[in-house]
């Protein structure tokens, strides 16, 4: 969600948000009623995504707190509001977790700014994103109306599709008061193997590994400049016996080194949250962060910008001026993907799109979608194409 904002005296207040969902549905009805625009403001760790967004900030974080949490049915509801790190440590508390790792780009995210942002942390390529473990939520429509889509279970599939449809949203469809996530035991074991490689060989390793029985979770590739050493890390997760027996068939395969789980686990962390020295060492201010998202059989692509893969090829982060956005985005629609500039240049972004823009017919279903649920525009979300 974007970030706080401070108001100047030609701004409108800010205005904090209610616990009281009877409250948050005044306020909207009286934005609607007066075509008065609202901006949702959640912790504000993801606003850098996109450029500012207008209209009256929402604070939604007084909105929080856990309504239940049912460890043998691998359910919770929370508010919208609820810090990211309050809910995953009430889970750990149970060995659970939310297995898709929504990043924390800050301290203060809240659960619903990890679901309406949509993004996920380096095993999404093996356990899923957001969407996927959305089982049911609660929001306040445009009009002011409260609606309820799906449940608390995986086999109520009432409006499930809706719940799903809310992540990576960007408070475009509403105001989310309560989300009922899916959560899963946390893996037993865990173990991650490094090996010097090039990203040629090691796309072809993460292609031909994918499909063998392997427990894989998570991979990321990236040269290290300083070391002068291009490496491939690995993770796996699963039954002990199966990490450990994947352990030793790997490193007799391929010459590499198994991690010390301390330090490999700091190091996953920090590549989720992108505090690893790749992501917070821009070459120069002129360059901007590019994600650019392929299949994963994609071939090597870009290769005069520094990279980091992660997601087992289909996620490709790479530093590039904005000037370099044509290459970028026709290399990226030549592999069958798209590319957007996720962390503006310190320079600033030039005007440059954040987002390749989506086809016609991805267009009209999102046009539909706002007119269902916004049709006043009071939300005003991201411009993110």
């Not at 409108?12 to 209610?18: G, L, N, Y």
């Not at 780009?105 to 969407?131: D, K, M, Y």
């Not at 005069?304 to 000037?323: D, S, T, Y």
Request: charged content about 20%; aromatic content about 6%.
């Amino acid at each position: 969600m974007p970030a706080p904002h401070v108001a100047s005296s030609a701004e409108p207040a800010f205005v904090p948000a209610s616990d009281h969902p009877a409250e948050l549905i005044d306020r909207v009805r009286a934005a609607a009623a007066a075509r008065t625009p609202l901006r949702l403001v959640g912790g504000g760790t993801k606003a850098f995504v996109h450029a500012p967004v207008a209209g009256a900030p929402l604070d939604l974080r007084a909105h929080s707190g856990i309504l239940n949490h049912e460890p043998s049915e691998l359910v919770v509801t929370v508010r919208a509001g609820t810090p990211l790190a309050e809910l995953e440590a009430a889970l750990a508390e149970h060995g659970q977790c939310l297995p898709f790792e929504p990043p924390r780009f800050g301290a203060g995210g809240t659960v619903g700014g990890a679901v309406a942002s949509g993004l996920a942390g380096p095993a999404r390529a093996s356990v899923g994103g957001a969407r996927d473990y959305v089982l049911g939520a609660r929001l306040v429509n445009g009009r002011g109306e409260l609606l309820t889509f799906g449940g608390q279970v995986m086999k109520n599939v009432a409006g499930y599709d809706v719940s799903r449809a809310l992540a990576g949203s960007w408070g475009a469809l509403g105001l989310i008061t309560e989300l009922s996530l899916k959560v899963l035991p946390v893996a037993p074991a865990e173990a991650t193997l490094v090996f010097e490689v090039d990203q040629f060989n090691a796309l072809e390793r993460l292609h031909r590994w994918g499909g063998q029985p392997l427990p894989i979770n998570a991979s990321r590739w990236l040269r290290d400049t300083g070391a002068g050493k291009e490496r491939l890390f690995l993770r796996l997760r699963g039954a002990a016996a199966a990490v450990e027996a994947a352990c030793e068939r790997l490193l007799a395969e391929a010459s590499g080194a198994r991690l010390n789980d301390a330090q490999a686990a700091t190091d996953w962390t920090a590549c989720r949250d992108q505090r690893l020295p790749f992501f917070t060492d821009a070459p120069s201010p002129d360059h901007g962060l590019w994600r650019v998202s392929v299949p994963q059989t994609a071939a090597p692509l870009l290769a005069e910008w520094p990279q980091l893969i992660e997601w087992q090829g289909a996620q490709r982060w790479l530093w590039a001026p904005v000037a370099a956005v044509e290459a970028i985005r026709t290399a990226a629609r030549g592999a069958g993907g798209h590319a957007q500039l996720f962390r503006a240049p310190a320079s600033g972004d030039g005007g440059v799109a954040r987002a390749d823009a989506p086809s016609p017919a991805l267009r009209a279903v999102m046009r539909r979608l706002r007119e269902a649920f916004d049709p006043h525009g009071v939300f005003q979300a991201p411009a993110l194409f």
